[in-house]
């Protein structure tokens, strides 16, 4: 069950889910459709990620906030969605995006320095039409990273 906090003026909700710590959930764009994203802002909810998830909701994701922005990886160690991952500039402009296979340890990397890395199921952006260039909303609401 989700719970809420107002924080400088601003509704976050927080998914109360027993075997991962809360994460902040804030809404997003990407032109016209909307993203509901947990947002891990801290190191331990960076390294948990979507692991030992079995399922996750259309439009549905998780923002991944970077205190720098470096050539971030990702892999998917004790993941079981297939997703698809974009990689972001400090603007939110999307440099690449990966496609992964579940359980795998192979590394997806940022093209170029990312602040942010987003997950949604796999196939969201293609489904969309949504590609590399094109900007993500709503960023500026995500908590400052830990």
């Known amino acids: ?12 909700s927080f998914l109360a889910t027993p075997a991962f710590a809360q994460m902040a959930l804030i ?16 190191q331990p909810n960076r390294m948990q990620g979507l692991m030992m998830r079995r399922s996750m909701p259309v439009n549905h994701g998780m923002l991944f906030v970077f205190p720098q922005a470096e050539r971030h990886c990702m892999w998917m160690r004790n993941t079981f969605l297939p997703l698809s991952v974009a990689f972001l500039d400090e603007q939110g402009r999307i440099l690449n995006i990966e496609n ?12 170029a320095p990312a602040r942010f890395a987003l997950e949604m199921n796999r196939g ?6 949504i590609k590399p260039g094109q900007r993500i909303g709503g960023l500026e609401k995500a908590p400052a990273p830990q």
């Open 1 to 12: 069950m989700p719970r809420f906090l107002l924080a400088a003026g601003v509704i976050v």
């Open 27 to 42: 809404e997003l764009s990407a032109g016209f459709h909307r993203i509901e994203a947990e947002v891990a802002a801290d």
């Open 100 to 111: 992964m296979q579940p359980q795998t340890e192979n590394n997806h990397c940022a093209a």
């Open 124 to 129: 969201w952006f293609a489904d969309k039409g």
